[in-house]
Every structure is written in structure tokens, then in C-alpha cells.
């Protein structure tokens, strides 16, 4: 399912078109209000929008969708401005995407980022919902209150912070961290990396599912929404920059697990 937001009806029509021919039942939007809207009745899996729309701007539109929804979200402007950009990423999309664009090069970030795991915001299938075990009252009770879930052999823990791969779930010193894909999909790569520092363009590769080749290209830009993504993460997780008590910067470098004890609240 996806979710096209575009007040221009010929991209609006393009983009329909590439989502259609790789699957995709696709709903339409104008403008931002109403896109927020068709987003929170059908929850779809990506959403492209316009950070130009005629009633409110796409910076806005992001956050709304966030309150409510962890699709993913490529969002799509005429200008060029970089600054425009960190800021799409800092309001919590995923990717951005200049126009005017090639179809196929919006085929390939969607490819992308559908290679990567789906978050909480999916919804079962009936084919899922049959081979998933029924809910029994304790870990009903469980969820409700924040708790952890029983423990698992997959669960990394760090420094009071606690991640579940398996339910994609956040905790800090048992208190569940609300994180967008792309944050949980880099705190994930840097947990299992532990002391070992990862690059930015190493994060990157990663986040496009694409970290085996060594020769993809990827830009000054990516690497600088890499760093968007980080502090986005660092302001949920409360750390400030005298002390990295989760994720430390290596100069020139990039990124690692920090060493430092954090201080529980």
C-alpha cells in the first residue's frame, strides 16, 4: 500500500505510475491535511509527498504522519537547497528525493528501502496471521504497561538500553523509546558493532541493505542525513553531547557503542 501526496497532477500521475507497476494499490492526496488522513485509514508502507503543498508544507506533514505512523516516508521538493533536505530528515522521513526525478530512480529508493526489515506499523496479512500465536493475557498485560517481553537470545542490551531485533522494540532502563525505521535500523548496526566504529558511508550502505558492496556510491549528502539521523537519535535516548553515554562520535570517522556509564533518571 502506498500513499502518493502531490498537488501537481502530472508527478502526482508519474509517481502513481511507478508505484502501480511495482505492485503497489496506491491512494492520492493534494494537499497535506487530506494526505495525513488517507495515511492514518489505510497505514500504508511508503509515502511520497511534496514539501511544497498548498496548505501546509511538508516539514509539518512529516511530523504529523510521525505521531501516528512508521512507514516509510521519501519526501520530494523542486528546490535544491541542502539545508531543506536535513531538515525533511530531521522531521523524520526517510529520504528525499530532488526534482525533476528519473521513475526508475524513485523505483530504486523504494527497492531499497522495502529490503529493509518492517517495523511495528505493519499490519498481518492473513497468510501472517495464521501462523502467528495467539496473544495470552501476560504478554497482553506486558505490552500495555511498557514492560519488557520475556527475554529473548536475540536482545541486545547496552548501558540500561535494551534492543529486541525481533519485534524491532526500544527500551531505556525499561522504558519503551518511540524510534522511526531508519533511527531503529542504525541504533540496531551499532548495538551489534559494539566497540567497533562504523563509517557513515558504512551506516549508509547499511541502511539501503546494501552493505556487502563495497562499491556502491554514496554521497556527501547521505552521509550528512546519516548525521541527522544520529542526533534525531541521541535527543530520544536524553543524551547530550558532553556525555555520549550510548553513541560516541570518532572524529573523522564516524561511530560507535560509548564506554561511558549512563546515569538512570
Known sequence: MAVVIED??????LIITVFQQSGFTVHAAVDGVSGVEQVRQHTPTVVTLDLGLPDIDGFEVTRRIR???????????????????????????DDFITKPFRPRELRARIAAMLRRPRGPAHVPNAEEVRHEPEATAETTDSAADGALPPPSAARLEHNGLTVDPQTRLVWLNRRQVELTRTEFDLLLTLMRSGRRVRTKTDLVRHLRADHL??????????????????GNLRKKLGQSGQVPAWIETVRGVGYRMSVVHAVSP
Open 213 to 230: 558492496d563495497a562499491q556502491t556510491y554514496v554521497s556527501d549528502a547521505d552521509e550528512r542525513a546519516v548525521e541527522v539521523h544520529i
Open 8 to 13: 501537481d497532477p502530472d508527478i502526482r500521475d
Open 67 to 93: 505521531l501516528d505512523s512508521d512507514c516509510y516516508i521519501i519526501m520530494l521538493s523542486a528546490r535544491t537547497d541542502e539545508a531543506e533536505a536535513l531538515m525533511g530528515l530531521g522531521a523524520g522521513a
